[in-house]
T-cell receptor, first 111, second 113 residues
Framework: GEDVEQSLFLSVREGDSSVINCTYT??????LYWYKQEPGAGLQLLTY?????DMKQDQRLTVLLNKKDKHLSLRIADTQTGDSAIYFC???????????FGTGTRLKVLA | EAGVAQSPRYKIIEKRQSVAFWCNPI?????LYWYQQILGQGPKLLIQ????????DSQLPKDRFSAERLKGVDSTLKIQPAKLEDSAVYLC???????????FGDGTRLSIL
């Protein structure tokens, strides 16, 4: 497909793990990013992974990259109510430094 | 470190009017981006500057949109005349250079009546 695809909604209970999935378009993309957007705010960079890595862990966040399937995931451990937001993945195709964003996944954390 | 500053936060205008947005990037960041984010969608790049030069404006509707970064620091984005479909959040982002992660401002929410 030509679009970066994400599921629209995810609902989890506080304390559970959340897994947000993304399918990107260009297997040669150099970097892949995860951003968080809270209501009325801009995008906050959470983490990013270089294309030669399979996994990156940063505190409660784990990013998994499957280049063969062009699949990226973000796992949030011990999800808190403050994690409720929209999460965007983005790819940066080779030869360009522009970002192509997905449509975003709205995460709702239930207390 | 101060983040990317944008103003105004909100703007309401009637169609066919003009509007301008302002962005002050993080100090020392050479690359500046303007994105349009329509409700329910991800941001889409309008224009990218490297210092005061345009790197990519292929997605900028040049018949009505213009942008400048004359001194390689602050930038303005203008729409003239506005159409109903321009209702969106306009986000500014900056990065130290074009191959480094982008940092976003809080955006300007534009409503066209």
């Amino acid at each position: 497909g030509e679009d970066v695809e994400q599921s629209l909604f995810l609902s989890v209970r506080e304390g559970d793990s959340s897994v947000i999935n993304c399918t990107y378009t260009d297997s040669s993309s150099t970097y892949l990013y995860w951003y968080k957007q809270e209501p009325g705010a801009g995008l906050q960079l959470l983490t990013y992974i270089f294309s030669n890595m399979d996994m990156k862990q940063d505190q409660r966040l784990t990013v998994l990259l499957n280049k063969k399937d062009k699949h990226l995931s973000l796992r949030i451990a011990d999800t808190q109510t403050g994690d409720s937001a929209i999460y965007f993945c983005a790819e940066s195709p080779p030869g360009t430094y522009k970002y192509i964003f997905g449509t975003g996944t709205r995460l709702k954390v239930l207390a | 470190e101060a983040g990317v500053a944008q103003s105004p936060r909100y703007k309401i205008i009637e169609k066919r009017q003009s509007v301008a947005f302002w962005c002050n990037p993080i100090s020392g960041h050479a690359t500046l981006y303007w994105y349009q984010q329509i409700l329910g969608q991800g941001p889409k790049l309008l224009i990218q500057f490297q210092n005061n030069g345009v790197v990519d404006d292929s997605q900028l509707p040049k018949d009505r949109f213009s942008a400048e970064r004359l001194k390689g620091v602050d930038s303005t984005l203008k729409i003239q005349p506005a159409k109903l479909e321009d209702s969106a959040v306009y986000l500014c982002a900056s990065s130290p250079n074009s191959n480094q992660p982008q940092h976003f401002g809080d955006g300007t929410r534009l409503s066209i009546l």
